[in-house]
């Protein structure tokens, strides 16, 4: 066990899968005390026992991070149960391949836009307050190396209009605003931009050989991150450690965008 963040308060979203799940799992073991949200019950049901086998004890509160009421109720649930919020990590995202297969080009842009920006937003919004009274804190947005570059030509993963990139180039810029408006406040706002990971999100693309093969030779390092890998990140991110970094944009992508 660490103790990197020990004594910390954080809210994990998307934490039933995934690079959220990662966060949660790690955080618990540097000390912190979670409360971990998704959109899927069972998948925080699951979490639950993960954490209660690995010695540890998670608060779990099922929202929707686009809406308001939801985001009210996640963060106060934190203060409900510990009086306080010193970490938020925004990891609730989608790509337009999870939207429902019958929607058009326009519905699948609006419902990307909505989880990966609008909720970042507005779970920003609200635990900004909460750690305003707590004394400060320490926000990590979980953006992407597509919010900073273009997908390449060679994987057939956008048309020149997929959503996905645009959203996190949205994150990226509202993490840099942020960063700078609140870091003299105490709260640091950070992003992670993660290359190709073995998520929920990439799974119906990796199982493609093909492209699998081509996503791993698009990296430098020669293979796709895990969420364990980026989840390490955040954490340093989250914790004291990273006192003198705001608004800071950080690659977790085995050289991608270093090429």
Known sequence: MGTRLQ?????VTGAGSG???????????????????????????KLAREAAEAGGKIVTV??????????????QAALSAYGRLDV????????????RAEADFEERWEAVMAVNVKGTLLMCHAAVE??????????VNLASVMGTVGYPTHLPFSDGFNAYPQSKGAVVQMTRDMGVRLAAEGIRVNAVCPGFVYTA???NVTGNPEIHELMK????????????????V????????ASFVAGAIWAVDGGYTAQ
């Open 88 to 99: 938020l990590v925004n990891s609730a995202g989608i790509t337009p391949r999870t939207v």
């Open 19 to 45: 690079i959220g799940r990662a966060c949660v799992l790690r955080f618990l073991e540097e000390g912190a005390s979670v409360v971990a949200t998704d959109i899927h019950p069972s998948a925080l049901e």
């Open 7 to 11: 004594g910390k308060v954080a809210i």
């Open 130 to 139: 909460a750690m305003r009274a707590s004394g400060g804190g320490s926000i």
């Open 217 to 232: 030779k698009s990296h430098p390092i020669g293979r796709l991150g895990t969420a364990e890998e980026v989840a390490n």
């Open 201 to 203: 999100l990439t799974e």
């Open 234 to 241: 955040i954490a340093f991110l989250a914790s004291d450690e």
């Open 62 to 75: 099922a929202g929707d991070v686009t809406r308001r009421e939801d985001v009210a109720r996640i963060v």
